[in-house]
């Protein structure tokens, strides 16, 4: 579904502030228009009941009061009402997103099934803020109202008004509190001032507070405003996002619409052109020389068998096993830099965000991460075998609306973090296909190619990327390996649950690494790489060999942000 604007009038006087083009006044829309999905229960039908309440993404929005000053690269933000509504359904609050990028958002509109008694008129309205006093460019004076809910109903959006009247009672509609679940800020919309003055006004986006593949919180596309001075916490919030009361997960892709999503949209991921240590499938690694090592049992390492049959199962991160490369040179080295034409992907498909989203989590397997290389000013610096360790697990993360079958953001993992990216603000290739670019060395993943220094503005950890011939079409050759919700449907391999390290317990002393790294230092340099090695997590010097993915805490979480 893309988006699509109707503009309400503009008097003659604020004409002269619309001269100035905005991204906000372009709509994105994804590259290609959407399949028809394989058929299923309730993927993609476009309505999901959270038990009694059905809800709808809408996308079409009707301008009501924007700002043109304020907020991110400070050009305002525009606020909202979802239009086209279907009947029966009713408006839950106001859509705002910030003037700096193209328009591409959705709020719920929900409809009380067979007279459940799930949603109610609010009371009354209090005004939150007005802009009668700013200074600023802006459409008109804007006013934000919070609805007054009835007793047993909670609020989940504002109203948005260009007068200072009270909005209609039927504006709205609160939900039973028993389909509301606490929410939490989640990036910051708009303030006329600065976002970390706590004493100043400001708008964030909502996201709920528990989230993972059993949390139910559903967010409804609504922002918060926060008055001058009041504190953001839990026994403050007067906005709540929704629940998935039924746990109800018939909304979810099914293995065709899984294999149908994937097709189009599987990322292209770029390595850098002098990427030395590329990808290869797990299968590839095992058969070309990989041993499992035992605790008290080092002398006689294991081959391991293609599928990981004979690797422990379950248990913990004990310490009791890893794995490593082959014990002879020759092999070491060559398995260390991969196969990219036997790489392969991996898939974990999840819910997400109460059933309203799929996560498809795409794992790719480096047999090797190589070195690190510094930025100490203006001199690039290799750092010995800091950064290396046997065995890299990285990913991307899909997610996908389950109203419709559209992508709305890609996450990129970055060593022990990574960042959520929105379409609208990617690359693509052949399609609807995200491009992605894997640092040089060290795989992590970033949606634009160039330079990320881990670290200071002037010193860090570099992080490079660009394109290349070495390119992984993560679509040619995957394996959907979990998909816990779909039951016995998927069977795990033998190796995602091996629960302990997929590489050995690096010696090196790191301080004696860049005493070597040092010497070739001027001395007013030195203190400089010094700080940075301080600064940085003990994952970028490879003390320790990786656990698989199902260990990672975004398995069963929200990603790492």
Not at 372 to 391: D, M, T, W, Y
């Amino acid at each position: 579904m893309g988006n699509c604007l109707s503009s309400t009038s503009t008097p003659a006087d604020d004409v002269s502030k619309r001269s100035r083009a905005l991204p906000i006044e372009t709509l994105f829309k994804l590259p290609s228009p959407l399949p028809s999905w394989p058929p299923g229960e309730g993927f993609a039908s476009g309505t999901i009941d959270l038990g009694g309440l059905q809800v709808r993404q809408i996308s079409t929005f009707t301008s009501v009061w924007a700002t043109r000053e304020g907020g991110p690269d400070n050009l305002g933000a525009s606020f909202f009402d979802p239009s086209q509504i279907p009947t029966g359904f009713f408006m839950l609050g106001c859509y705002s997103q910030p003037n700096n990028t193209s328009l591409h958002g959705w709020v719920l509109v929900a409809k009380d099934r067979a007279g459940s008694g799930t949603l109610q008129k609010p009371i009354d309205y209090s005004l939150v803020w007005s802009s009668e006093s700013l200074k600023i460019e802006q459409d008109g004076i804007g006013y934000i109202w919070a609805p007054t809910p009835p007793d047993g109903y909670k609020a989940v959006g504002h109203v948005v008004t260009v007068s200072a009247q009270k909005p209609s009672l039927e504006k709205v509609r609160c939900v039973r509190s028993d389909l509301t679940e606490q929410c939490e800020t989640e990036s910051w919309i708009w303030g006329p001032g600065n976002q970390s003055d706590p004493s100043g006004f400001n708008i964030f986006s909502l996201t709920p507070t528990s989230r993972g593949m059993n949390a139910m919180g559903v967010p409804v596309g609504t922002f918060l405003a926060q008055k001058p001075g009041e504190a953001i916490d839990a026994a403050s919030m007067t906005i709540w996002c929704l629940k998935n009361k039924e746990s109800n997960i018939s909304c979810l892709p099914n293995p065709n619409q899984i294999r149908a999503l994937f097709q189009v949209y599987s990322p292209w991921v770029y390595l850098h052109p002098d990427e030395q240590y590329l990808p290869s499938s797990v299968s590839w690694y095992f058969v070309n020389g990989a041993l499992l090592y035992k605790k008290g049992e080092e002398s006689k390492p294991v081959p391991i068998e293609a599928s990981g049959g004979n690797l422990p199962q379950g248990g913990s991160n004990d310490g009791a096993y890893w794995i490593d490369l082959p014990v002879d040179e020759e092999s070491k080295e060559r398995v260390k830099k991969g196969d990219l034409n036997a790489s392969e992907v991996y898939l974990h498909v999840k819910p997400m965000l109460g059933a309203t989203f799929t996560d498809i989590a795409i794992w790719i397997f480096y047999p090797f991460n190589g070195p690190s290389k510094a930025k100490v000013s203006f001199i690039n610096i290799p750092l010995g075998r800091i950064g290396e360790h046997v065995g890299d697990w990285e990913h991307l993360t899909l997610r996908v609306s389950n109203f419709t079958g559209e992508l709305w953001s890609v996450y990129f993992s970055q060593h022990s973090g990574g960042e959520w990216v929105d379409v609208r603000d990617l690359e693509f290739e052949n399609g609807n296909k995200p491009v992605s670019y894997s640092s040089l060395h060290g795989h992590a993943m970033y949606s634009k190619p160039g330079l990320v220094l881990q670290g200071s503005e002037d010193t860090g950890i570099r992080n490079d990327t660009a394109k290349s011939k070495f390119v992984i079409d993560t679509g040619a050759r995957y394996s959907v390996v979990a998909a816990e919700y779909l039951g016995t449907v998927i069977s795990e391999p033998a190796w995602l649950n091996y629960y302990r390290k997929w590489g050995p317990k690096i010696t090196y002393d790191v301080a004696t690494e860049l005493k070597d790294v040092e010497k070739i230092l001027p001395e007013k340099l030195k203190s400089a790489l010094e700080n940075l090695a301080k600064s940085l997590p003990s994952e970028v010097f490879g003390e320790d060999g990786p656990t698989g993915p199902k260990l990672k805490g975004s398995w069963d979480g929200d990603e790492i942000i």
